[in-house]
């Protein structure tokens, strides 16, 4: 499993520090300091996922105003269609306006899984898809390969799967001086906007752990 680090805007080159880079379209627009960062990293050869969704804990999907504008800002190498959190229906209907609407060229655009049961996790040809967190608990039902965005958690709940991992999870226990042993209780989800950066040394522990215990699979 590779793992992408995400990381509030003010320490992006601390901890996201593997070559894979998870973005928002509305920080890339708004945010100079994040976008510079992203576009080095993109010259440095890092696959770049972009994820058309708010940023908030919440899966909401982006404007596509503003997707388009990060598009022209720097093109990913895989788009995460936006969705709606737990509405199937209404994910499918946007994913289909989505790829009417908005020009992605080379990037390869991916179906973000939603619903509230078993039948309607339909994920299409392409097996490789966008799992969120919460709909983990569908996982021995979706396929085996997947984008895994976020685990809000434990952070071994996905060994034995493959693909791509992005998470904060690391960091966000780091914030509060915590070892990702220590998990329980669930860190609150990030801002982005977080300052204080109390204990570095924990947090990036936390953050080669993290990368560790899906490393002795691969």
């Given at each position: 499993m590779k793992?992408?680090?995400i990381a509030p805007i003010n320490f992006l080159e601390d901890y996201c520090i593997t070559d894979?880079?998870?973005?928002?379209?509305?920080?890339?627009?708004?945010?100079?300091?994040?976008?510079?960062?992203y576009i080095y990293r993109k010259e440095l050869g890092n696959t770049i996922i972009?994820?058309?969704?708010?940023?908030?804990?919440?899966?909401?999907?982006?404007?596509?105003?503003?997707?388009?504008?990060?598009?022209?800002?720097?093109?990913?190498?895989?788009?995460?269609?936006?969705?709606?959190?737990?509405?199937a229906r209404l994910s499918r209907e946007t994913f289909r306006k989505f790829l009417k609407d908005i020009p992605c060229n080379k990037s390869r655009v991916i179906r973000c899984i939603e619903g509230t049961s078993e039948r309607e996790l339909k994920y299409g040809k392409d097996t490789f898809q966008a799992i969120p967190s919460h709909m983990f608990r569908f996982l021995d039902?979706?396929?085996?390969?997947?984008?895994?965005?976020?685990?809000?958690?434990?952070?071994?709940?996905?060994?034995?799967?493959?693909?791509i991992l992005v998470t904060s999870l690391p960091v966000r226990l780091g914030?509060?001086?915590?070892?990702?042993?220590?998990?329980?209780?669930?860190?609150?989800?990030?801002?982005?906007?977080?300052?204080?950066?109390?204990?570095?040394?924990?947090?990036?522990?936390?953050?080669?752990?993290?990368?560790?215990?899906?490393?002795?699979?691969?």
């Open positions: 793992i992408g680090i894979i880079q998870y973005i928002l379209p509305r920080l890339l627009v708004e945010e100079s300091t994040y976008r510079d960062f972009l994820d058309c969704k708010v940023p908030n804990w919440k899966r909401k999907p982006e404007e596509f105003e503003v997707i388009e504008k990060a598009l022209g800002m720097l093109p990913p190498d895989i788009i995460v269609a936006p969705s709606h959190m737990f509405n039902k979706l396929p085996v390969e997947s984008l895994y965005i976020e685990n809000h958690l434990d952070p071994n709940e996905l060994l034995g799967r493959e693909g914030l509060q001086g915590r070892l990702l042993t220590d998990f329980k209780p669930a860190p609150e989800s990030l801002t982005f906007y977080e300052e204080e950066d109390l204990y570095p040394k924990i947090t990036l522990r936390n953050v080669k752990d993290m990368i560790d215990i899906y490393k002795e699979e691969e």
